[in-house]
């Protein structure tokens, strides 16, 4: 995607998400691969009122060729996210109550589900008998670390979707900005479900 076009459709992408209060108080970061690399929010701005001059542009090592001010400080989870996932297009980060609680509630690696229908909003899922599985990382102010657990675990369970960071939020994969919006409100939608039934069963 070109550059101007990949500002705008996170600009829209970012207005919609904080619209669903899922990028409070400057939470989240966005970014779209482009043809020489990708296109990533600066730090530190309400993700939800974003302008063009409030992104910077990379190339595919992660090296900075445009913009003003600081990439995202969570700049290397997009970098190795796309090195990892050769499909990837589009990643947005989020910070939801549900995903940010969930992610703490479960002691696990995995977030697992099966058996509701809304897990066919994601990409190549097909019944609501298959087992939905979105890795959980501890989180961690080093990023670079965090990033390097993230290929860590790609090598023996390949990422689809996302990953989810404790106590955090949500990192959510696509193909296009369209597939990561879908895949994201198809997630949340999954995750306030779980948080619902746990509240009234009481367990995971
Ligand atoms: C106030 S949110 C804490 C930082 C964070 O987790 C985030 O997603 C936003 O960081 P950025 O540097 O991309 O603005
Ligand atoms: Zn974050």
Redo the contacts with the bound molecule.
């Keep these: 995607m070109h550059t101007q076009a990949a500002k705008h459709a996170l600009i829209e992408a970012g207005a919609w998400v904080a619209q669903q209060g899922w990028v409070p108080?400057?939470?989240?970061?966005f970014s779209i691969k482009t043809d020489s690399g990708f296109v990533v929010?600066a730090?530190?701005?309400d993700k939800g009122k974003l302008t063009p001059e409030q992104f910077l542009e990379l190339d595919a090592t992660g090296t900075i060729v445009a913009g003003n001010g600081k990439p995202?400080?969570?700049t290397a989870l997009h970098l190795t996210l796309y090195q990892l996932c050769a499909d990837a297009g589009c990643i947005l980060?989020t910070?939801s109550v549900a995903a940010t609680v969930l992610s703490r509630f479960i002691q696990g690696e995995q977030f697992q589900i099966s058996g509701y229908e809304m897990q066919k909003s994601l990409s190549g899922i097909q019944s609501h008998e298959e087992t939905l599985s979105i890795a959980i990382f501890d989180n961690d102010q080093d990023i670079n670390r965090l990033a390097r657990r993230v290929a860590q675990h790609h090598q023996t369970t390949p990422i689809k979707y996302g990953v989810l960071i404790r106590g955090?939020g949500l990192y959510a994969v696509g193909q296009t900005v369209q597939e990561t919006r879908r895949h994201i409100e198809g997630l949340e939608f999954l995750f306030a479900c779980e948080l619902e039934r746990i509240k009234l069963e009481g367990r995971q």
Excluded: D, K, L
């Design positions: 108080a400057t939470g989240g970061n929010t730090s530190g701005f995202s400080a969570e980060h910070h955090h």
